[in-house]
């Protein structure tokens, strides 16, 4: 199994920061792949942003570029979401996952995920 523990989750006014981060533990499974998903209520969970273990490519959706920011350090084995320019619309659960498909933005292509950390984004 692989563990996954997201920290960071707070509340904010619009227009400021917040860094998420995620640590993985776990010993017998090796994932391509980490992401970033966000459910606010009454929707769906949607994809945030990814990052490939071994080479560091990133990729975000549309809603979030050029505001977010993914990270992730092999070493630690953690991963960071860095937002900045939040919106109210960000208001939601965050969570972490991992999986094995390179550029993975549906939730069914990963195999692992945290409990999740709020994030509220006041107006």
């Known amino acids: 199994q692989v563990q996954l523990v997201e920290s960071g989750g707070g509340l904010v006014q619009a227009g400021g920061s917040l860094r998420l981060s995620c640590a993985r533990s776990?010993?017998?499974?090796?994932?391509?792949?980490m992401g970033w998903f966000r459910q606010a209520p009454g929707k769906e969970r949607e994809f945030v942003a990814g990052?490939?273990?071994?080479?560091?490519?990133?990729y975000y959706a549309d809603s979030v570029k050029g505001r977010f920011t993914i990270s992730r350090d092999n070493a630690k084995k953690t991963v960071d979401l860095q937002m900045n320019g939040l919106k109210p619309e960000d208001t939601a659960i965050y969570y972490c996952?991992?999986?094995?498909?390179?550029?993975?933005?549906?939730?069914?292509?990963?195999?692992?995920w945290g409990q999740g950390t709020q994030v509220t984004v006041s107006s």
């Open positions: 990052v490939s273990w071994s080479g560091g490519i990133t």
């Open positions: 996952a991992a999986g094995l498909r390179l550029g993975a933005r549906l939730t069914h292509e990963y195999d692992y």
């Open positions: 776990g010993r017998t499974f090796s994932s391509s792949t």
